[in-house]
């Protein structure tokens, strides 16, 4: 399955092994980008189908973007395809000898949209069973000043202290960190009309 849908340079042992050293020796704390990382025509489509699906506001003092339902009740085809991946033993395997995680089969995935003035406070996704967190970037076109980025934040005993790494939400990107006490990270805020797409959510494990 891996090689239906992902980029193959991802698939070798020697790009593993670099990707692992870099995951483990990222600052703030554990993290890696895989850019171009599926196939471009999956990716097409997936942002096609998910741009079709109802998103529902979330307006509150932490956050104010748009969310799908849980993936996993969309009957879409390919939506249900993506998750298979997100599932699969083969991309569980490929993660667990990048992260040192040990994963179960269970994730969440959902879609989300910001729109202009969108954002995501500082935060720490730290929940029971929440082992490495993933953002898959369905944007398009993003720069600087559209703002939109996934920040990573220094910790001091476990409380955020400032922003050391800013990511633009880089088209068919994904996103993965360890989920932990100081794993604190936002999103900046939309300037844009530009949507601001992905799927997020979580794989779980210990």
């Given at each position: 399955?891996?090689k239906?849908w992902?980029?193959?340079?991802?698939?070798?042992e020697?790009?593993?092994?670099q990707?692992?050293?870099?995951?483990?020796?990222?600052?703030?704390?554990?993290?890696?980008?895989?850019?171009?990382?599926?196939n471009?025509?999956?990716?097409?489509e997936?942002?096609?189908?998910l741009?079709?699906?109802?998103?529902s506001?979330?307006?509150?003092?932490?956050?104010?973007?748009?969310?799908?339902?849980?993936?996993?009740n969309?009957?879409e085809?390919?939506?249900?395809?993506f998750?298979?991946?997100?599932?699969s033993?083969?991309?569980h395997?490929?993660?667990?000898?990048?992260t040192?995680?040990?994963l179960?089969?269970k994730?969440?995935a959902?879609?989300?949209?910001?729109?202009?003035?969108?954002?995501?406070?500082p935060?720490?996704?730290?929940l029971?069973g929440?082992?490495?967190?993933?953002?898959?970037?369905l944007?398009?076109?993003?720069?600087k000043?559209?703002?939109?980025?996934?920040?990573l934040?220094?910790?001091?005993?476990?409380?955020?202290?400032e922003?050391?790494?800013?990511?633009m939400?880089?088209?068919n990107?994904l996103?993965?960190?360890?989920?932990?006490?100081?794993?604190?990270?936002?999103?900046?805020?939309?300037?844009?009309?530009n949507?601001?797409?992905?799927?997020?959510?979580?794989?779980h494990?210990?």
């Open positions: 399955m891996l239906q992902l980029n193959p340079v991802y698939l070798t020697k790009k593993i092994i990707i692992k050293e870099s995951f483990t020796s990222s600052k703030p704390f554990p993290h890696y980008i895989f850019e171009g990382f599926l471009p025509d999956k990716a097409l997936l942002r096609r189908t741009m079709t699906l109802p998103f506001e979330k307006d509150a003092d932490l956050f104010f973007f748009a969310q799908t339902e849980d993936l996993h969309c009957k085809p390919m939506i249900r395809e998750l298979e991946l997100l599932q033993e083969d991309l395997s490929l993660l667990q000898s990048i040192g995680k040990k179960v089969s994730i969440d959902f879609g989300a949209v910001y729109p202009p003035t969108g954002y995501l406070l935060h720490d996704d730290l029971e929440r082992s490495i967190a993933y953002v898959y970037n944007s398009q076109n993003f720069v000043k559209d703002g939109g980025a996934l920040e934040f220094s910790t001091d005993k476990h409380i955020p202290q922003v050391v790494k800013s990511y939400p880089k088209w990107s996103v993965i960190f360890e989920v932990s006490q100081d794993s604190f990270h936002q999103v900046s805020e939309v300037n844009t009309n949507p601001r797409l992905s799927i997020a959510g979580w794989f494990g210990c």
